[in-house]
């Protein structure tokens, strides 16, 4: 029969080993990168959910930034007002496709511009509108999506939701309300309004009017990445450094070429 004084150099060093254990692992766990969570909305043909898979040209340049670099993660796509109040308030949150518009400058950190775009006040050809400058706007109706920077953009300029803005949390709700004659405007993206008008099987040529460029929202240079201010700035340093060494490569050109 084994002595308990026998056993005690044992339990010495297992407890010893317990206790290393303990102060390593946290250790660790604080050097792992933290999780990131990715979210968008529906902006087609940017960001987009088709036969049950998130596609697009702004989806295909954030995976080929998430290959280059190493990280998985994956994206969610949902109304832009939640995505958007998650990357304002969140951690780890990145969200794409987003205008960096000077309102916007300090409130999140960017990663950089991923898909182009100019802006329009649309019209519908059976109510054509020629709008000479914005404060024209003001006397009709003009569709929006909720905490988009168009709609942002126009309260910036004072108009006014319910009265001037009619807001909604789908681009295609807002195509049907021009096409329906329910507004005289719509404030969009030209590559959106046009593929919406194409899957509603409408001419975008013959249909959509642009009745009023807007180079204001243009001078971001595009659609972007960006994280929520909440994300050490080492992982903001690292999808920088990603986005720049797929446009080096030539990944980013072949997407543009595709959606294009």
């Known amino acids: 029969m084994t002595s308990p004084l026998s056993l005690r150099p044992l339990l010495d060093v297992l ?14 766990a604080a050097d792992a990168p933290p999780a990131i969570r990715i979210v968008t909305e529906e902006l087609p043909p940017y960001n987009m959910t088709q036969d049950g898979k998130l596609t697009g040209m702004s989806t295909e340049v954030v995976q080929a930034v998430l290959k280059q670099i190493g990280v998985q993660a994956g994206i969610q796509s949902m109304p832009w007002a939640r995505a958007y109040d998650l990357a304002l308030h969140g951690e780890n949150i990145l969200i794409y496709s987003i205008t960096r518009s000077p309102d916007r400058e300090a409130l999140f950190k960017w990663v950089g511009s991923i898909a182009p775009c100019r802006w329009y006040l649309f019209s519908y050809a059976n109510h054509r509108l020629t709008l000479q400058q914005l404060e024209d706007a003001k006397r009709f109706q003009t569709a929006t999506v909720n905490e988009d920077v168009g709609e942002q953009y126009l309260i910036s ?3 006014t939701l319910g009265v001037q803005l009619q807001s909604s ?7 049907e309300k021009l096409k329906l004659g329910h507004v005289d405007l719509w404030i969009s993206d030209e590559l959106n309004a046009r593929y919406l008008a194409r899957k509603a099987g409408d001419d975008p040529s013959s249909v959509l009017v642009q009745s009023l460029r807007l180079p204001e929202l243009e001078d971001s240079g595009g659609f972007s990445m960006a994280f929520s201010k909440k994300t050490p700035d080492a992982t903001v340093q690292r999808f920088q450094e990603g986005l720049q060494a797929i446009r080096d490569n030539g990944t980013y050109d072949a997407i543009a070429r595709k959606w294009n």
């Open 169 to 175: 949390n789908r681009y295609e709700l807002n195509y």
């Open 157 to 159: 300029k004072h108009f």
């Open 15 to 28: 407890l010893s080993a317990a206790l290393l254990c303990l102060l390593v692992a946290p250790a660790g």
